[in-house]
């Protein structure tokens, strides 16, 4: 696919179209999409969503990305759910966000019917109920899951360009997708973004996203829940 270097809206719209023509041609596929910024997952989703329907998207994310604007831009890493909210009737499901504007606070606040998040704390406090709280929110959904690296603790995935302190860790996480998984009817495609090799030590991000790559593979292949 070819990008459009300081053209946004050409280079999404050429995601779309090739995530469609994908769709298209390869149905039934195990689907992944490795960037780049969290904005790809807006033209994928997009496409998804006109192809067959998403009911909920399932974000594991540092920030909740749900900004009205930054930097005087609509359409950014930093506004891209508040967009896809705006579009279109999904269900968003936050896991492991901890760094939020005033702004994306209060947008929360008003739309808690489609909106949950679960933060670094409540996710260990209520470790052993997590499979009940993400079962009761997504459970018979279908659904499509975003990673970004940026929801692990620094110490384990320092090539971000936007690290947080206090993330989770790689266990809880593996723990958190697998119950998804469970409570999930489907789960129709999965991203994993915000890889930045120029701020990684020892390419110890590249490993970790190679890994959680490998891991969910291998949940699909144990037949947790089918992705088409």
């Known amino acids: 696919m070819v990008v459009s270097p300081g053209d946004i809206t050409s280079s999404l719209n050429n995601i779309e179209v090739v995530v469609k023509g994908i769709l298209e041609e390869y149905p039934n596929k195990k689907y992944f999409f490795i960037g780049g910024e969290h904005l790809i997952t807006y033209p994928i989703v997009k496409a998804f969503t006109n192809y067959e329907g998403i009911d909920a998207l399932v974000v594991f994310d540092a920030h909740t990305d749900l900004r009205y604007e930054y930097l005087g831009s609509r359409i ?88 947080e302190p206090l993330g989770i860790d790689p266990f809880i996480f593996l723990k958190s997708v697998k119950y998804v998984m469970e409570s999930a009817s489907r789960i129709i495609g999965i991203d994993i973004v915000e890889v930045n090799p120029l701020m990684d030590v020892n390419d110890i991000t590249s490993l970790l996203a190679s890994k959680i790559i490998f891991e969910i593979i291998a949940l699909i292949n144990r037949k947790h829940c089918t992705i088409q």
């Open 76 to 163: 950014n890493h930093a506004t891209v759910f508040r967009r896809l909210l705006e579009e279109s009737s999904l269900n968003i499901l936050y896991i492991g966000s901890r760094a939020l504007s005033l702004d994306e606070l209060s947008f929360i606040d008003e739309h808690r019917d489609v909106i949950k998040l679960i933060d670094p704390y409540t996710l260990y406090s209520a470790e052993d109920d997590l499979l009940s709280i993400i079962k009761n929110y997504i459970g018979g959904k279908k659904i499509y899951l975003s990673i970004d690296m940026d929801v692990f603790d620094p110490g384990y995935a320092p090539g971000v360009s936007n690290p």
